[in-house]
């Protein structure tokens, strides 16, 4: 078993939340886990409470949107003429989109 966390305000973390997703859903938060740069517990915590999801640009945030748009790029080279678009990729792109316009407001992130 493993041992109780206190969050940044000192409350107990002890209680588990699980649920089942598919395949294509992991997928997509494994993706914004990766571009946030925040932990999977912390990002869909935010999500799920509504909380901003705010990106702090450091090297763990820039190799996660590498890794994103190495994807995006592999799979719009397989795809060729843009047709039969998956929309998970539309997802995606849409995610990095608003992180990088978000870094581009910030001009601390450089």
Do not use: C
Request: aromatic letters at 4%.
């Amino acid at each position: 078993m493993s041992h109780k966390n206190r969050d940044n305000k000192g409350r107990w973390r002890n209680k588990t939340v699980a649920f089942r997703v598919s395949p294509e859903e992991d997928a997509l938060i494994e993706s914004a886990v990766r571009i946030t740069g925040l932990t999977k517990q912390d990002y869909i915590t935010r999500r799920l409470t509504e909380m901003d999801v705010i990106v702090q640009g450091n090297p763990k945030v820039y190799r996660g949107l590498k890794i994103e748009m190495q994807k995006i790029l592999e799979e719009l080279q397989r795809i060729g003429t843009g047709e039969n678009v998956d929309g998970d990729i539309l997802t995606r792109i849409d995610l990095i989109a608003s992180v990088m316009g978000g870094m581009k407001e910030n001009k601390d992130w450089r």
